[in-house]
């Protein structure tokens, strides 16, 4: 299944290609950061799990952190190595297999200590658990994403923690990021500091969760690595894990699209595409944000309100090819008449979107494909009927 094309307007089905050169520049900067702060950064399956291209990771990184019995399974065979488990509530009929494929387990809460670190102990004696802790502070403005909002179900408040930690917790687990920057970091981390410290010298390892978009441009990587390194100096005992999932896959990759009709409505006009946001984008319809698509430009209503003379024919909203009335989003200014069997590129789609795609309304799941350094394309997996099917099996 290898070919080459020149660009991506050739394609003429859907599909989400990864490029290796874009990946391995995040990867050689999230090393970088790792080996000049003396901390260790670990690949979030829940952002990114395309194994095929686990090879390049392991040029870089040595562990993955997993959230289910899947995740886990997928670092134990596929990666080569144990994850760092974390979920919000193991079952009695998976944790001892996730314990063995585990080097290091995090439990939410008392409870569920209480019920299963002995058994996964028992189960594998080399394993190091810790425990999800709430600093009650967050800067995640959208509510959906934020695991520190009032009645969160994420983690132990430190009124909740006895003075003595119980046997066996070793560590400490803290997320509360989402595309954050390290300014951030640096107001976030008083406020762990300040709930948590108390019981610091009873640990051997904190894992500061994901959200640390250091592979962004206007990131400060300097003022990151700078705060990282005076943690390490004010508690040096304690081994320091980073767990980012969408800045391993920032900005690495498309989603390639194929336009099917223009439909017009009260005078909107709608580009159909042959895929969806519901299914293939889920996260423009949840967060919700618009997409950058190449060669146009975003008329968002602010944009709108600043730009009354916009009298252009061409302004599209793009619509989904599902029956959920609401998957469509707009608008977009373009340069020219969008016709059928034009390609669309839908810019940064590979973090996150690769891994929360559904099959719903069994419509089409697109391709997954990686543009290689040397220049060659390489379809990773096609989808069709049977992957549909399987699933209701």
Same mark, same amino acid.
């Given at each position: ?169 070793? %560590?400490?687990? *803290? ?5 954050? +920057?390290?300014?951030? /970091?640096?107001?976030? @981390?008083?406020?762990? &500091? ?125 619509? %989904?090819?599902? *029956? ?5 989003? +707009?608008?977009?200014? /373009?340069?020219?008449? @969008?016709?059928?069997? &034009? ?51």
């Amino acid at each position: 299944m290898d070919k080459k094309i020149d660009v991506l307007e050739d394609l003429n089905k859907p599909m989400f290609v990864v490029e290796e050169r874009l990946l391995r520049r995040n990867l050689s900067l999230i090393k970088s950061v790792a080996d000049r702060a003396g901390v260790e950064i670990i690949l979030a399956f829940k952002a990114f799990a395309l194994w095929k291209t686990f090879p390049i990771f392991r040029e870089y990184i040595n562990s993955t952190t997993a959230s289910s019995y899947a995740e886990a399974r997928l670092a134990y065979e596929e990666f080569g190595a144990p994850a760092h488990t974390y979920s919000p509530a193991y079952t009695d009929y998976e944790i001892e297999d996730i314990a063995r494929m585990s080097s290091h387990l995090t439990f939410n809460s008392l409870s569920q200590f209480g019920r299963f670190a002995k058994l996964a102990k028992d189960t594998n004696p080399g394993l190091s658990i810790g425990l999800r802790v709430n600093p009650e502070y967050s800067e995640i403005e959208t509510e959906l994403y934020n695991p520190c909002a009032k009645g969160s179900r994420f983690g132990v408040l430190a009124s909740d923690l006895p003075d003595v930690l119980p046997e066996f917790i070793e %560590g400490f687990h *803290c997320h509360c990021h989402c595309e954050s +920057g390290a300014d951030v /970091f640096v107001r976030t @981390l008083e406020h762990i &500091e300040g709930k948590f410290s108390k019981w610091f010298g009873q640990i051997k390892w904190i894992n500061f969760g994901g959200g640390h978009l250091m592979t962004r441009k206007d990131y400060d990587v300097e003022l990151l690595i700078d705060t990282l390194k005076s943690f390490r100096k004010r508690y040096p005992h304690l081994k320091v894990v980073m767990e980012p999932g969408s800045a391993f896959a920032w900005q690495t990759g498309p989603l390639v699209a194929q336009i099917v009709d223009v439909v017009e409505n009260f005078g909107i006009k709608t580009a159909i595409l042959n895929v969806s946001f519901t299914c293939h984008m889920p996260d423009c319809l949840e967060m919700p944000y618009m997409p950058v698509v190449r060669g146009a430009e975003i008329l968002d209503d602010q944009t709108a309100s600043k730009n009354e003379k916009i009298t252009s024919p061409y302004v599209y909203r793009l619509g %989904g090819n599902s *029956c959920l009335s609401g998957d469509f989003m +707009g608008k977009w200014l /373009f340069d020219h008449e @969008l016709k059928v069997g &034009e390609s669309l590129i839908f810019e940064d789609m590979i973090h996150y979107t690769t891994v929360k795609t559904n099959m719903f309304n069994g419509v089409s799941h697109p391709s997954i494909a990686i543009l290689k350094e040397n220049g060659e394309f390489q379809i990773l997996r096609e989808f069709g009927y049977e992957d549909y099917k399987n699933r209701m099996n």
